[in-house]
């Protein structure tokens, strides 16, 4: 069995698979972004199911289902505000030029849909590209967004709320075009891969590949690669090295202090928090809330990471010698019931409790569900689990991530990992045949090191060049990759 | 005229004031905690006046007038998360013991009526105190706030969205009760003092002073005591060191960030950003964006602070220099005009414009309101001003400022400031007579002290004790106070 | 008696004073910079006294008295070092162009003899002053600098390791020149001026003034001025704003670590620090330990500082709880016996214990000069106390400043104070009679502006202008000064 | 041609090779805390030989060869003070208990005779070992320290200042003892293998592995073993996790301020600096600075490191735009001829030069060692070259190494490689016969956890636990490893 170290990947766009039940993978984020907007106006909608009323957008386009095409406007806004912050994905458009490197590809995705997501769909159209999208998460959608991609011309099927039976009928409506044969999956999960593999298998011969970009996804692809049974390449744009120290360590740097702060309006100076676990999740959290003033200590199990949890100067200890002490507990490892009821039990009045590492498993709820304890929900994503003492303790977004529940991820952060796909996609579509074989491929190095390049304007970066007398020294080619492909 | 260096104090409360128009300074906050929760539910309420609909409390009271006594059990909670954070005042009720240092108070009060404030108003009828309330400003009363405290036995008369004859009505429905004289006044901006004197003078007979704590409220004390118009004594507490330190510095910390999260989502980390203004309230905003990483520049007209800014690693430059290629400009300079169209003209697209100063000042609103520029609403606070070439500035909360406008502010950090209230409000009601004259008064370094010490605990802080000798050796007390008046 | 915070004052000139022995309080500083240089030439020269030799420079000049007048090419490199970071006094040569405002000045000063000062001496000369120059202090002299002093033409008397008899037989050499009589006195620490009140009183006939910038020497000047025995003005330049927060803060932020590590060669990185006192020298060597990720707890007496040690993420607690388990103690109290064999007893072997705060009275070392413990030389001011179980506890320069006794005081800062001694002089010197009565002055708070702003093209910085406009709305002068005179 | 990225990998005890000159490599280092003791004292001694006189430790034994025995008591103070910052040896030491893991090995060594190996030696012997040492550097031994070990009873054969045939003259002394022959390598830098290869090739029948720490040295082995000409196993101590990681970052995090202040005595704050390279060590330095209050900019060639210095706050641009406006320029490239002429002749006056990368390369010297330009000593390490019209460049140690030159590391961080050597000469010596072939090793994962661990008690820092079903949930054991070979 492999080692899942998901504390150095927080996924932002995963749904906890391997389930038996179908409708709770899917629970897991329902966007702060879009409650700050849209949520008032879904309330005003009807309940009845997209399905049933066919739609029309301004140009009398009905090939997409969606929840209210009139929130088109509002979608736009947010899609426009998200590409001030995925500018590498605008250079590709206005790279492309008149070219069209997606020319004919006819692709099928089935990611969450957001202004991110937005702006990268409609990137791999201007590339030439014809675009069909479903949801991969049945609570993620915004749905003002999906209402712009159709009033946009994209056929997309997805709103915020699908049930089980809704999530593969928009699947399927995405694939099963009558006039309209996907060549390329961009997939997020793995849900879409397997319904063409279930259900429509013959239409992988014309796909030249998959690009996938989510831990339990790419855990399928090689089960699939090593079964024998994976037919087309993919490649696997989650272990890239800009997603995952980017991802991981920036983003959720900025996202801890936000989730707190929409959730509970705690002022950090002073608070004692303990962190559990010093990867590249804890790394971020830690450095946030240090710096915002909070006294942090840290919990490890690996000497190496505690070690520099140490130089960096963070008491290291065990949850159950600081769990008295602290105001809020983060929890970053990856691991599972990593706070049990034991903890919980020592935790004072008032102690905040979140998790910020992996799916929902950190946190031992089921201990949490019992009897005795009185559950209050206070504001959204914000319930009091009340001791018979009296003791509250605050726990957030029921024990899910935290910043995906909570906050919202910024779009610069989610350009890097929606150009690699981007760049993916652009790779298996115009290989030459026989370069990719039936596997699954990481991107080169060189192609991180592209996808960082076209970041660096953003911050008005300049590269030095290496001379040539420099190359031969390091014995590298003068135009990268600078770096060996395990450097991290 | 008065030298009044706000952007050493941002006010949490200030209606701005001096102006013809009544209903303009009413406009300030419209606090994101309740949109967070109440707005919707605001929404679904009718648009009748509370003023037309008396109300009944579950035990049956009807001596006051908000908008929805439904709400009562939602502000309950929002009031017991704020006092997790208060814990001052907290322990003033606890220390109370069966003491009531308020016993006979009638206090009159006019304030935000906020979680926060109805903690403190809470904690005056635990010390004794019967209190009357209503609110400073028109727009800022958390309507279920306010039905939690009339259904706790509080009579109050505040709703958000009064007019401003509903704004006078309110205070004098709390000042004349008939069967009820105040004694004791706790105001915030000067409306409830200016009110007495002008519509019942002769309640200053029986009224033992006045605790103020805004900026323009202390400023209208300074002057009616310069004219000798105050007939009672008054406690300034805007400029106790406590309130000026915290708020200004540590709250803005947090906030500015908050703010800028709420509204743009923005990624912080390698961001360019000026701030101008080094005094507290820029050192707090300077210090959280560099921490955040974000590259920040500074802009100063005196050298000191200037200097300042240097040693702790800002780049000082002029506005009209670094205009062109920050991404974000925040204002905090407690001047005037400080942002012009010169600089707006120069800023690039998609710039972030923000005011964490002084009241709607610092940006020279008037030149964006012109025809050749277009507005546009992108989100709740979020304006698009967008120039002919297409260039968009992205202007939040109008100009006003951002932490009261976006973001909360931390129960903690006003804590301080109504502990410095309550005791205050003590102070004068059970001083001798002749302690105070009909003068405005700062509150006893000491009493700084104590305000400070009370707040230890939630740090589980340990003060040192001075000894004997080591008291001899300094020359003071060894309780205090420890430093001179005029420290720092 | 008057109360001296001088934790907030860090003297990097100071005597201890007040004592019977007059060797001792000249103890303090042997300068470590010097010791880079100079300890090994010095050691190579015989021990006779300077007073025997008549010395001749290249020119021909004897009217001096110094250790070795063939260092000084040593020195004068020394002095280059020290103008670069000295900007404001080259700033203050140049402007005055062609114009001497000092001219027909005759300076006697009495300060450490160090690069700085020289470059401050060579300031005057230039400014068109004459100057004779005494050493405050036996050991502090620089015999290199004081070589290159008297080769470039200043009568300089004073050399490292003079005798009591020398101290004052050199400050009378300075003043009792036959064809030159003082007609300003610059001082640091009194003894000049107490000399001259002393034996040559009919000086002050002829003098327009007095510049002291210590503690120590403003003590003596408030006592003279209180018995009516002060007959000129005095200016103070120790209790200017720049000095007070730039030498306090930002130097001992620097000069924390190099001490530390010039001394033990310590990692920080994991040290669990407690810093006793939370004034700005504690701030400064807060932040500097914290950055390089040492664990910092801190102790207050003070419960206002010590809630902004909570706010900036550090915890607080009596040094009788955290003395066990720290690395190292380093106390910046302004008090005395802070430290004492309480606490000593309780640390932990190995524990590093230095001063920052106060001349030499926080550690109570006479708790340490017992029978049972032993110690032992380590390094040059480094000893190990030796418990009688072999612990050892590591004492940095015998309890003195760490800064002066082990680290270099960068000139940068020095800067800021010599160049507001100089503005003081020629203020004192080219006002109009009647300008100044005999009393104890503060420069205005203009000038402590000028000051600052001599220093901001160092760091290429540029001040914004007030415009009209915004120095009406704030009643301010748009040439400042900028703030209140309290205002820090 | 392999890369070499040096940037990763500062190397604390290296010798630049593959040079024609013998004399040039060994010119590295001069330990300044060598100077700060040992120096003066050196200088009183006469210039002779040690060669020429037989010296005899206070036991009457005279297997040893050094500078100057009776400076043994001065050297084991630093021995002792070292101990303290080394507490992993010192836990193997008594870990052994009265076991000898080492028993019946005899170690030929040859590294930096400095206090932190004189640890590392002792450990061995402690542990069982008989030892004899040489230097691998002919500036770098300690004289004093090299007394003590000899005192102590370890033949050793070294001192400060060998000439080119002392260098070998030594090694050949340590190896070839008559009664004696070892059966363990531990080298530095590949000399005494390079050695023993050529002069001594019988011993290796004898000897059981070498244990190899330089890059040097490393890539000789690899060199050999692809040559088929390593006829014994070797550990490459280089390359393990806790020497990259926290060497790199850590060391120069803290040396990079130390170095500075040693030779330049500068203030930070304010400071504008470039560092070249954002590696290890240049994140470590860049943190530092910045932490300190300097204006850091960044040049690098990678564009994923680029973006990580912008996400970090950095500006990142190229040397020649920002050559003109910074104070201080520090190289860690690892690279060749990083900074040239064409940048040093647009530095400002006054500009300090360090680097901080790798070996002597970064800087290109021979452009300054022309005609027109003037070298002037101002200080050891410290070198002004200055322009025709008078602009200097302060370059500090030649361009070589800063920390090494004119610092101290730290005892900590060595303490992690010195433990890392121990151990793999514990794994080599008593690995049961074949597990290691005639190859080049890394340590496994475990042991560099083993490592980290060992320095947790420094910090009181407490690991937590694996449960069972946490340990089956990751795929992994509850003893470690807990991280994939790869991760960093």
């Keep these: 069995m492999p080692i899942q170290f998901t504390d150095q990947k927080q996924e932002f766009n995963k749904r906890t698979s391997n389930t038996g039940h179908r409708s709770l993978p899917h629970s897991i984020s329902q966007s702060s972004t879009d409650s700050y907007g849209s949520v008032c106006s879904d309330s005003s909608e009807d309940g009845s199911s997209p399905r049933d009323k066919p739609r029309r957008t301004s140009k009398g386009l009905s090939d997409f289902c969606i929840k209210n095409i009139k929130q088109a406007e509002f979608g736009r806004r947010e899609i426009i505000i998200a590409q001030q912050e995925m500018p590498a994905l605008m250079i590709l458009r206005k790279g492309a030029g008149g070219e069209k490197p997606l020319a004919g ?6 990611t969450h849909i957001t202004a991110q997501t937005a702006v990268l769909i409609e990137t791999l159209s201007v590339l030439g590209a014809q675009c069909r999208w ?21 056929p997309v099927f997805a709103w ?8 593969w009928w928009c699947i399927d409506r995405c694939v099963g075009a009558e006039t309209w044969q996907p060549n390329m999956i961009m997939d997020d999960g793995g849900d879409l891969t397997h319904w063409i593999h279930k259900k429509h298998p013959s239409l992988f011969k014309n796909i030249k590949g998959i690009v996938e970009e989510s831990v339990t996804g790419i855990y399928r692809l090689y089960q699939m690669s090593k079964a ?3 037919c087309v390449p993919a490649i696997n744009v989650n272990d890239s090295v800009t997603k995952q120290k980017f991802d991981n360590l920036y983003c959720c740097k900025e996202s801890i202090l936000d989730g707190l702060k929409r959730t509970t309006d705690i002022m950090f100076g002073g608070k004692q928090v303990v962190v559990c676990g010093y990867g590249e999740v804890g790394k971020g959290c830690c450095a946030a809330l240090k710096a915002l003033g909070a006294v942090v200590y840290v919990t490890e199990v690996d000497p190496i990471c505690a070690l520099q949890a140490c130089m960096d100067g963070f008491r290291v200890n065990k949850l159950s010698e600081v769990a008295r002490q602290v105001d809020m507990v983060v929890t970053c490892t990856g691991n599972k019931s990593v706070v049990r009821r034991e903890h919980l039990d020592r935790m004072k009045d008032g102690c905040i409790l979140c998790n910020m590492g992996h799916s929902s498993t950190e946190i031992d709820l089921v201990s949490l569900r019992t009897a005795e304890l009185r559950w209050e929900r206070m504001r959204p994503q914000v319930d009091h689990v009340i001791w018979p003492d009296g003791k509250r303790i605050v726990l957030l977004a029921e024990g899910r991530l935290l910043n995906l ?15 690699t796909q981007a760049l993916a996609l652009i790779e298996l579509y115009s290989a030459p045949e026989g370069r990719y074989k039936q596997d699954v491929y990481l991107l080169p190095k060189k192609m991180d090191e592209y996808v960082a390049s076209l970041h660096l304007p953003t911050f008005d970066a300049h590269l030095s060049e290496v001379t040539d007398e420099q190359a031969k ?7 990268g990759p600078f770096k060996p492909n395990d450097y991290r």
Excluded: M, W
Excluded at 405 to 419: D, E, H, K
């Design 160 to 167: 915020r709320g699908e049930s089980e039976d809704d999530f």
């Design 405 to 419: 529940s909570c906050s919202t991820v910024p779009s610069f952060v989610l350009s890097i990992t929606a150009t």
């Design 473 to 479: 020294y390091l014995g590298i080619s003068k135009h």
């Design 105 to 110: 590809a006819q692709v099928v995705g089935c």
């Design 228 to 230: 024998g049974r994976l």
């Design 134 to 154: 479903a949801a991969c998460n049945i609570f993620s959608t915004q749905n003002a967004v999906a209402a712009a991609l159709a009033e946009g011309g994209t």
